[in-house]
């Protein structure tokens, strides 16, 4: 039994490795526009805050939207929107339909 709660203690901080660095991945490619991430991966930012947030309600610590979109952004999202955030283009849109 302690080898099977150690196995899954491991899983689990490899796995909250693994999201701080995709956060960090993401806030550091502000370039990458969510629409491409939608297009390219049927996920965005705002996709990952709402995981996020569904998942910290799971675990009993109330989050919201918000809040969570200003961990995975590193800032308020409006803030990010205003500085980062480019018109999608009518091919970047066309796509989006299709997914």
């Not at 956060?23 to 990952?48: K, P, W, Y």
């Amino acid at each position: 039994m302690k080898q099977e709660q150690s196995s899954t203690d491991q899983q689990q901080a490899i796995e909250s490795a693994v999201l701080r660095r995709l956060i960090e991945h993401l806030q550091s490619h502000t370039d990458v526009q969510n629409i491409d991430l939608m297009n390219l991966a049927g996920f965005c930012r705002n996709c990952l805050a709402k995981w996020y947030s569904a998942a910290a309600e799971e675990q009993g610590q109330p989050l919201t939207y918000d809040q969570a979109r200003e961990i995975i952004y590193g800032m308020p999202y409006e803030r990010w929107k205003a500085r980062y955030q480019t018109p999608a283009t009518p091919e970047q849109q066309e796509r989006f339909k299709g997914t």
